[in-house]
Every structure is written in structure tokens, then in C-alpha cells.
DNA sequence: TTATGATGGAATTTCGAAATTTTCAGAGTT
DNA sequence: AACTCTGAAAATTTCGAAATTCCATCATAA
């Protein structure tokens, strides 16, 4: 495994999580020390984060980590809803058996794990876990899409969502309503209910989008 | 203007137009010469341009143009249409004269350059213009949709779209058809039916869907 | 003839440093 | 107090070269 490629998905990772803040600079000097590795190969890395929107660049003033916005999460929560519902009733089309098996698989251990969420004092450890699990249920969802440039569209823009929600959004509060949205989703998938599905997705994400009453408070 | 934004531009456009043929490797090191910089800088924008599709890369065997498909023709118009009917039904509701006008505009400007390729003997010195003027009126069609997010992520369908149509797409082919369908995409935006504007964009690009027809032939 | 392995040239990847530009703290001015 | 200027420190961008890896060619052997 080359070292482009390591640090590449180190740093996207830690962009995904907590790693940094919005609005931080990202000092390509300080990531060279840490990595070991020389400035030319950190630019590289931050490059390509940045075609992909998870760092900003500027010329002569570097990268830096992209401010969080509701009117981008609400912008990236449309291309998820549009994408992921897409995706999924194509899946539901043509995914057959083996499909239906792993998305009940992906569910089965993302609700295990959010049961136990709810139930633990200290939710810390979970974090990771969860952060997986659920990245694994939604990206099971289209992964019979037949659509490799769908899958990598919707990847992208499911980076830059979490990283827009990373700090705001304490997962814990809406447990209790992402287990039902989850559970939905999977029923009326396995009923093979195209409609009901794609309403389903959008509704487990619609708290994240702006409605008329929030851009016009009375 | 930075180097690397300006090389970034360039490969970009050669690479959407006819600068390479597809499967062709793409040597740093000779770009390194024809440019005038150093290796590093092309690996930057060669990293740049995987990221979103337009170039390959594979760990020691550098950069490739990804090979000519119909499946992924297939793919990438499905997401066009996905997007652009999204973001242009977005325009119609949101636009306002200002949109209308700038449509107008960009159509004209179009439907009068396939006219004259319409009569023209030798088509070449057109190809240019003509591929400028169709990525603006489609660009125009999104352009009040209000979401960057969307924009950016149609924009880097659309390179790969071209990218692959470039070389089996004989503009001139198709032009009396593409002249109708522009003109009716432009009709159904001006007449604010988002439906049918959604219809038409499908109809538009629909000759490079792959039909179940083709998939199996009887 | 086919397969295997060696070899040299070409392309890649990474590095460290030089050149350029920005940033920031503090001195001086209005 | 607010503003500008200045110079040093820090960060960036680019470069050229060293180290590594691939690839086509040819020689050798089964």
C-alpha cells in the first residue's frame, strides 16, 4: 500500500469525525511532520480532498477545513435524499436475494448496536462503532444500484454531510428516532415498495433540510 | 493565476474534448515537458483529476483516460438526467425573470450555431463553439437551482459524460434532433411545467440509455 | 516453440531545499 | 485609540534529483 493512498484515507476519515474544526486551517507544514512524510506528498493528499469539497483551497493561502452552514447541509441532504432514494429502488429492482440478505445483515448490526446506545451511560466508545454501522446500512442500500459512478457520487456527497454534522449533530438525541426511520426503511425495501421507500429515506433525513417556515420565520 | 489551477483547467478541457484517446496513459513525465513545470506539479493535478473521474490512477503505474463504455455511458447519463431534472424543475420554481432571461439567452445563442453547423460544409471549426455552447445553456437550465452542492456534482458528471461521448459522438450526427429537443426543454422551462421540462431533459439524453432491449436481445 | 529469467531504459514516487508569499506582532504616526 | 508600516517568522509553492518500480526486449533453457 502506498503512503498517497494511506494518508489519503487518514485524513478523509478524520475530516468525516472530529478531527478538525470547521473553519480550521489545515497546515499541510504540521501534517508533514506528523505523517513523516515531505510537503509534496501532503499537498497531493489535500488536492484531492479538496476536488471532493472536504477542504477548501485557496491559492498562496493553503487548505482549510469548510465552515459549517445550514444552507450546505440542507443543499447536501437533497443530493443524499435524491441519490440514496435513486440508488435503493434500483437496488430494490435488481439486488434480489443476496441483496436483501445484506441489507437485513447491515441492519440487524447497526440496531444491535443503536439498542445498546440507548441503554449506555457512557456513549463515547460507541461513536466510532455507530459512525460505521450506519455508513455501512446506507451505503448497503444502493450497493446493488448496478451504478459504480452512482455509488461514488453518493459517497462523496455522504462525506461532506457527515462532515458538516460531525459537532452539531450529537447522535445520541435522535436515537431513539433513527431506529424507527431505520426499521421503516428496511420493511418497505424488503417489501419491495419502491415509493414507500424513497418517502421513507427522505423522511429519516428531513430534519436536516430547511423548510419555507425556517427561511421565513413569521 | 496559479500554475496548478491552470494546468488543472487545460487537462481538464483536452480531456472533455478530443486531446486523448481513451485507455491512452497519460505520462507525467511528458506533460512535465510540454508544460514546463516539474513532475510534482503534474502528479498534483493528475491526483486532482482522478478524484473525479476524468483520469485513472493505479499505485506505481500511474495515470490512464478510463476506457470508452457503453455501461458507463449508461450510468453517467442516469445521473445527468437525475441531477439536471432536479436542478432545472429547482430554476423554474426559485428563477424568476432574471433565469428566464439568461435561458433565453443562452438558447439562442445555441439554436443559432446549430443552425449554421446545419448548412455548414465542413462541421470542424464549429465543433468548438458548438461544444461551449451546449455545456452553457445546460449549465443555465441549473443555474438558479440555488444549491452549489448540486451544481458542483452535475458539473463533474457532465466532464465525464463528455469525456466518453467525445470520441464515438459525432456532434453533427444528431444536430436536427438535438435542435427540437433544446428547443422543447426551453418551451417547457419558459412555460414554468416542471414535469414535462423533467420529460424532456430525459428525452434529450435518452438515445444514450441503455434499454432493456439492448441489454437482451430477443 | 514456449516458458522463464535477466537486463537496461523509462516512468513512478518521494524527498529536501530554494524561492515566493502570507501572516503577525510591534513600532511609529496621525 | 486607530491606522499604517516594517521586518521577522511561518507557510506556501515549485523545483530538480535520488530512489524505487515497472516494462519491453532479449537471452537462455526446457
Given amino acids: 500500500m502506498s503512503y498517497d493512498t494511506d494518508i489519503f484515507n487518514a485524513l478523509r476519515h478524520r475530516l468525516m469525525t472530529n478531527g478538525f474544526e470547521h473553519g480550521q ?8 511532520l506528523e505523517f513523516g512524510c515531505s510537503a509534496s506528498t501532503i499537498r497531493e493528499v489535500l488536492f484531492r480532498l479538496s476536488t471532493i469539497g472536504l477542504v477548501e483551497f485557496r491559492e498562496q493561502r493553503g487548505f482549510r477545513v469548510p465552515e459549517q452552514s445550514r444552507a450546505l447541509i440542507h443543499e447536501l441532504t437533497h443530493l443524499r435524499v435524491l441519490l440514496e432514494a435513486e440508488g435503493t429502488a434500483m437496488s430494490i429492482r435488481r439486488g434480489g ?13 447497526l440496531s444491535h448496536l443503536e439498542m445498546r446506545l440507548q441503554s449506555a451511560r457512557d456513549t463515547a466508545p460507541f461513536v466510532d462503532l455507530w459512525f460505521d454501522a ?3 446500512f446506507h451505503e448497503t442500500l444502493i450497493s446493488a444500484c448496478g451504478s459504480d459512478a ?4 453518493h459517497q462523496q456527497i455522504y462525506c461532506r454531510f457527515r462532515q458538516q454534522l ?28 419502491e415509493a414507500l421507500t424513497r418517502q421513507k429515506i427522505h ?10 417556515a425556517q427561511v421565513e420565520p413569521a
Same sequence: chains 1, 2.
Fill in 25 to 32: 486551517k489545515v497546515r499541510a507544514e504540521h501534517l508533514r
Fill in 97 to 109: 436475494v443476496a441483496w436483501e440478505a445484506r441489507l437485513t445483515a447491515a441492519h440487524h448490526q
Fill in 134 to 136: 450506519e455508513r455501512h
Fill in 150 to 153: 452512482l455509488r461514488d457520487t
Fill in 166 to 193: 460531525m459537532i452539531e449533530d450529537r447522535a445520541f438525541d435522535f436515537i431513539s428516532e433513527n431506529i424507527r426511520h431505520h426499521q421503516q426503511i428496511l420493511d418497505a425495501a424488503m417489501a419491495g415498495d
Fill in 203 to 212: 423522511d429519516h433525513l428531513a430534519r436536516h433540510l430547511i423548510t419555507d
